[in-house]
């Protein structure tokens, strides 16, 4: 299994960024596809979810700037981020998981770098 994830960088405070996560060795359209961002110290932090089943949910952190989207066909999620501040700086994971008779089976990508300068 495999989560590449890719679409970060540095941008100013007002900026957009596009992640995007493909995603290999699943079964996509069965895993609810998660972004999880960890800055160094703090713990990981769900930012947004898009279940198998087509719900969104956000952070309340980042509700009205950022938008999880996914391509079935495509093996892909996506996380728009528009409206970047400071705070948002983090390594960004994307995460598929799934729970199947009570067993959470769970993935994880390597991760991106955002950096967001005042």
């Known amino acids: 299994v495999q989560l590449q994830a890719s679409g970060g960088g540095l941008v100013q405070t007002g900026g957009s960024l596009r992640l995007s996560c493909v995603v290999s060795?699943?079964?996509?359209?069965?895993?609810?596809m998660n972004w999880y961002r960890q800055d160094p110290g703090k713990q990981r932090e769900l930012v947004a979810v898009?279940?198998?089943?087509?719900?969104?949910n956000y952070a309340d952190s980042v509700k009205g700037r950022f938008t999880i989207s996914r391509d079935n066909a495509k093996n892909t999620v996506y996380l728009q981020m528009n409206s970047l501040k400071p705070e948002d700086t983090a390594v960004y994971y994307c995460?598929?998981?799934?729970?199947?008779?009570?067993?959470?089976?769970?993935?994880w990508g390597q991760g991106t770098q955002v950096t967001v300068s005042s």
């Open positions: 060795g699943i079964t996509f359209s069965r895993y609810a």
């Open positions: 995460n598929a998981r799934r729970v199947r008779l009570g067993v959470v089976d769970e993935h």
């Open positions: 898009a279940s198998s089943g087509g719900n969104i």
